[in-house]
């Protein structure tokens, strides 16, 4: 199945460090979700993203919709312990009907 | 408020048998949508239902279907499972209405099915 291209597949990183991902698509999106999930756990959304050049805030996460509509960015700023997990980014594309496509994943291990 | 709610928590088929999967939506929510997720890698979209209709499908076989009753909460069927059908499966819901809030979509735990 089609699947965003999502950076770093995985990283390691000290807290207290600031975190940066991007999701890119050859494709134009209408919206960008971020998701967190944790190891035998179902996704959470975390931010939603609905117009070029947006920029939301959830508490210490920060995401973008990029200014191209093909792509999105997920910041996570002073990372601690607990924000270890996998983000995954997914989109709907203008040319479907709400089929929403998913990022391979960033996996995120925070060295404490 | 409860979240979207998945049963069973595990499943273990052997290939060729039947698997039934069941989802209840959050309260409010008349879309529900359904994952593969093969270990390891990213999430798969399947079915999409609204109002009891299936709105949309992913590239999986006729084996995979489903249906979503009256009360929201929806099924998911794996016919003739294969070895290759092993994953979690995951369902999500939304609100179904207009606006941004539709595209919101929010997740259960998932059920792992492993086929023998």
């Known amino acids: 199945g089609q699947q965003l291209n999502q950076s770093p597949q995985s990283m390691f990183i000290q807290e207290g460090e600031d975190v940066s991902m991007n999701c890119t698509s050859s494709?134009?999106?209408?919206?960008w979700l971020w998701y967190k999930q944790d190891p035998g756990e179902g996704p959470v959304l975390l931010i939603a993203?609905?117009?070029?050049?947006e920029l939301t805030s959830n508490g210490r996460l920060t995401a973008q919709f990029g200014i191209t509509r093909k792509d999105s960015f997920l910041n996570i700023s002073a990372s601690i312990p607990s924000d270890v997990g996998i983000y995954f980014c997914a989109g709907i594309p203008t040319s479907g009907t709400y089929k929403y496509i998913f990022g391979t994943g960033t996996r995120l291990k925070v060295l404490a | 408020e409860a979240g979207v709610t998945q049963s069973p928590t595990h499943l273990i088929k052997t290939r060729g048998q039947q698997a039934t999967l069941r989802c209840s939506p959050i309260s409010g929510h008349t879309s529900v949508y359904w994952y593969q997720q093969a270990l390891g890698l990213g999430l798969q979209f399947l079915l999409w239902?609204?109002?009891?209709?299936?709105?949309n499908r992913g590239n999986f076989p006729p084996r995979f279907s489903g249906r979503q009753f009256p009360n929201y909460s929806s099924e998911l069927n794996v016919n003739a499972l294969e070895l290759e059908d092993s994953a979690l499966y995951l369902c999500a819901s939304s609100t179904g209405r207009g606006g941004g809030e539709f595209y919101e979509q929010y997740f259960g735990p998932g059920t792992r099915l492993t086929v023998t």
């Open positions: 494709s134009i999106f209408n919206t």
């Open positions: 993203l609905y117009k070029a050049g």
């Open positions: 239902y609204d109002e009891g209709e299936e709105r």
